[in-house]
T-cell receptor, first 113, second 111 residues
């Protein structure tokens, strides 16, 4: 009964490939997020969806495309992967939008070779 | 986007020592949250402080929100190896749009 689950846990792929990360939350929260954590452990928001509607879209290359089929799911698709995309990607959810406390998944470590 | 500076970035201490982690900004936040992250896991919320001057205690951890709601501190008394982890502060912007994270403090408590 994991609250926020994301798959896969590890993803190793070559430059130029396309990959997806899936996220699901069973908390009944309205808002979901994707964060990127770099090698220095800095957490940076990428996207936020509220009830399937995109509300935050940071300066992220358009190779990254989020999709929210329903408010419990938020997937991240990445096209033409580059070396600099290597990082840990975290999905999170919150009860409401704005500064509500976040519930994080356990992350997906993406390594691009 | 409002910025949060966290210090120190790294802290290595012996079991039983006390420590304080600081989270500072020139901007006002409507609330501030502290998270702890362990290797291979996502950050987990420890506490939220909302009112200027507020102090919250969680066992050996004491959290304080500055009077002007621009800064916060986390004090750990008699640290234990189980306290080892990455501590992150996050401020809720007054615009209400998002959380801004500090850069994190990597704490190692040696037995």
């Amino acid at each position: 009964d994991t609250a926020v689950s994301q798959t896969p846990k590890y993803l190793v792929t070559q430059m130029g490939n396309d990959k997806s990360i899936k996220c699901e939350q069973n908390l009944g929260h309205d808002t979901m997020y994707w964060y990127k954590q770099d090698s220095k452990k800095f957490l940076k928001i990428m996207f936020s969806y509220n009830n399937k509607e995109l509300i935050i879209n940071e300066t992220v290359p358009n190779r990254f495309s989020p999709k929210s089929p329903d408010k419990a799911h938020l997937n991240l698709h990445i096209n033409s992967l580059e070396l600099g995309d290597s990082a840990v990607y975290f999905c999170a959810s919150s009860q409401v939008r704005g500064g509500s406390p976040l519930h994080f998944g356990n992350g997906t470590r993406l390594t691009v070779t | 986007t409002q910025l949060l500076e966290q210090s120190p970035q790294f802290l290595s201490i012996q079991e039983g020592e006390n420590l304080t982690v600081y989270c500072n900004s020139s901007s006002v936040f409507s609330s501030l949250q502290w998270y702890r992250q362990e290797p291979g896991e996502g950050p987990v919320l420890l506490v939220t402080v909302v009112t200027g001057g507020e102090v919250k205690k969680l066992k050996r951890l004491t959290f304080q929100f500055g009077d002007a709601r621009k800064d916060s501190s986390l004090h750990i008394t008699a640290a234990q190896p189980g306290d080892t982890g990455l501590y992150l502060c996050a401020g809720a912007e007054t615009s209400g749009s998002r959380l801004t994270f500090g850069e994190g403090t990597q704490l190692t408590v040696n037995p």
